[in-house]
Every structure is written in structure tokens, then in C-alpha cells.
């Protein structure tokens, strides 16, 4: 079975909201609605989505465009950043290193990355068990840490900030096979 992990794209940053709710922006509405319309999103059975809203949105997109069902799983959202909250650039791209290089170790009350590798694994396989021999690619729309994590594990390679997505704003995706855990691609942008 085909998995496609998806990053949500460009979202509304908003100081006073709570992270976990931000939405997508304009921009990142019209990136997920070009890959709505790629051949490989015509194909999707089944999407699993993370609480987070920004997600959230990219699969509304999604399931508008091709109605598979949604489910969403709290455990595929962002590496937990609560501790902090929101941390303005360029700062916040300096603790995102840190993260990434000191894998296990707590940076500033963040969640460590040893643990969100651990936990977005658990959640992706059994989204894959879930959605077991039923017709269609199975989709996840998720964020960008945690891919990055999840692409490594694929990789079989440590931990690193090296595999992250080449866009900044988000909005990639990679695929692999759901049975044997073998990447079919790297980070793609979601645009076509």
C-alpha cells in the first residue's frame, strides 16, 4: 500500500492565537488545492489528519475535492512546542537546530525528538494498520518536524535536520510503502 505524507502549507501566523490553531493562509490554500488536483491525490482511499487546524484544513481540502473519509489521530500533530509557545525567527529556527542535533534532549521544555520519532512512527503504522487492504493510497497530512523525523526513521538514518523539507513555508510530500517501510520518494512540493 502507497503512503503519501503531506505538510500542510504556508498558514496565518497569529501571535495571540495558539499555534495548534492557526489555520492555513491564502497561499497555502491555493498550494493544497494544486495538490488536490495531482494524479496522485486522485488515488487516495483514506486520510488521517493531525488535530492541529492547519492540517486539518489540507485534508478538509482534500476530502471536499475527493470525499475519502477523515480521520484525524492527535497523535500525527507537530513535535510539542507548548513549553515555549510562539518563538519569533530567527530564534525559533536557531531551537529547531537544536532540536534536530540534540535529539534527546529536552530544548527549552520542548518535546525531545527521540520521543516524536517514536510517537509519529506508532501513529503512522497503525493509521496503516486501520486502513489495512482497503482500496486507495492512504494519505497523511501532517507538519513538517515530524516528517522530517518519520523520513529519517524510513531512511534508516539518525536523527537530522538534514532530511527536512526543502520549503520553508512547508507544503511537501514524500511517499513510501506501507508493508515494507521502503521510501518510493523524498520531499516533492505539493505543487505540481
Known amino acids: 500500500m502507497r503512503v503519501l505524507f503531506v505538510t500542510?502549507?504556508?498558514v496565518t501566523?497569529?501571535?495571540a492565537v495558539?499555534?495548534?490553531d492557526w489555520?492555513?493562509?491564502?497561499?497555502?490554500?491555493?498550494?493544497?488545492?494544486?495538490?488536490?488536483a495531482r494524479p496522485e491525490a486522485t488515488s487516495i482511499g483514506h486520510i488521517f489528519v493531525?488535530?492541529?487546524r492547519k492540517a486539518r484544513d489540507g485534508a478538509d481540502m482534500l476530502h471536499e475535492r475527493h470525499g475519502c473519509p477523515v480521520t484525524t489521530d492527535s497523535r500525527l500533530g507537530e513535535n510539542d512546542r507548548s513549553a515555549t509557545g510562539y518563538v519569533a525567527p530567527p530564534r525559533f529556527w536557531e531551537i529547531v537546530d537544536r532540536f534536530f542535533a540534540e535529539p534527546e534532549t529536552s530544548v527549552l521544555g520542548w518535546e525531545r525528538a527521540v520521543d516524536a520519532?517514536?510517537?509519529i512512527k506508532a501513529a503512522v503504522r497503525d493509521c496503516i494498520a486501520t486502513h489495512g487492504d482497503s482500496a486507495g493510497h492512504l494519505?497523511?497530512?501532517?507538519?513538517?518536524?515530524?516528517g522530517t523525523l518519520l523520513l529519517c526513521d524510513l531512511l534508516g538514518e539518525p536523527i537530522s535536520r538534514n532530511h527536512g523539507q526543502p520549503i520553508a513555508g512547508g507544503g511537501c510530500f514524500f511517499a513510501f510503502d506501507g508493508a515494507t517501510w521502503m521510501l518510493e520518494?523524498?520531499?516533492r512540493d505539493i505543487v505540481p
Open 8 to 10: 500542510h502549507p504556508e
Open 13 to 15: 501566523i497569529d501571535p
Open 18 to 20: 495558539p499555534v495548534p
Open 23 to 36: 489555520g492555513l493562509s491564502v497561499r497555502g490554500r491555493e498550494r493544497m488545492a494544486a495538490f488536490c
Open 50 to 52: 493531525s488535530g492541529e
Open 117 to 119: 520519532q517514536t510517537r
Open 139 to 146: 494519505c497523511i497530512v501532517s507538519h513538517g518536524g515530524v
Open 185 to 187: 520518494h523524498g520531499w
